[in-house]
């Protein structure tokens, strides 16, 4: 069973621990996290939750009260996106992946995403060659829509799917490019 809650400057270290070279590479634009960067990015996560600031809601992922991943929807604009959008973006730490925790923390997310009025549609964005993530969007049932060359040259592929199909259980399998 898991658990999505916001993130606290307690979740720092385990955060950077659960940072693997798969989530450095696939999430973070190959740039690891430090201990001031994580911190920073908590404070600005706990601003946009209280109303401060807009971007992204993220949300920590938690199993038996271990911190396993995170969670984030962003309805702000993203390359590639359009009106009710709310792009997702996702990671497990390696001691947690293989188990459904991704596809549960994205399912509960669009709940939240449509509780809080964030848009309409779910955006996931991923690059072709990252099979993990590919295989959490077929199992949400997000519908592949092409590919997107982004400003600095990298491919993603698209994918949305109707919050509202996502958050009541939607399909396990979608079209996959
Ligand atoms: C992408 C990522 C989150 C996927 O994690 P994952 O653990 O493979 O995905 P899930 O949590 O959905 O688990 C799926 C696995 O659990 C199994 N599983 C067990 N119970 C399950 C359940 N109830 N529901 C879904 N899957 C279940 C599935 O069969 C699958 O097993 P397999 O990998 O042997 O095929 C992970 O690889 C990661 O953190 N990567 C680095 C960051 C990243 O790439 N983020 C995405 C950027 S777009």
């Not at 989530?23 to 996290?33: D, F, K, N, P």
């Not at 996702?90 to 964030?118: D, K, N």
């Not at 519908?143 to 259980?169: H, K, M, V, W």
Request: proline share 7%.
């Amino acid at each position: 069973m898991i658990g999505l809650r916001e993130f606290t400057l307690d979740d720092v270290e385990p955060h950077n621990a659960g940072e693997d070279d798969e989530t450095v590479r696939w999430l973070t634009e190959g740039v690891a996290s430090t201990p001031e960067s994580t911190a920073r990015w908590i404070e600005r996560c706990r601003r946009v939750h209280s109303g401060a600031e807009p971007g992204e809601h993220a949300f920590a992922v938690e199993v038996d009260g271990r911190l396993a991943g995170m969670v984030a929807l962003n309805p702000e604009p993203v390359e590639g996106s359009g009106p009710g959008d709310v792009n997702v973006s996702y990671a497990v730490h390696p001691w947690a992946r293989g188990s459904g925790i991704a596809t549960q923390a994205v399912r509960r997310a669009a709940e939240i995403a449509e509780v809080r009025g964030l848009g309409t549609t779910l955006l996931v964005r991923v690059d072709p060659r990252n099979k993990p993530s590919l295989a959490v969007v077929s199992r949400i049932g997000a519908r592949y829509e092409g590919e997107l060359t982004c400003a600095d040259g990298s491919r993603l592929s698209i994918f949305r799917a109707p919050l509202c199909n996502i958050a009541q259980g939607g399909p396990t399998k979608g079209n996959g490019p």
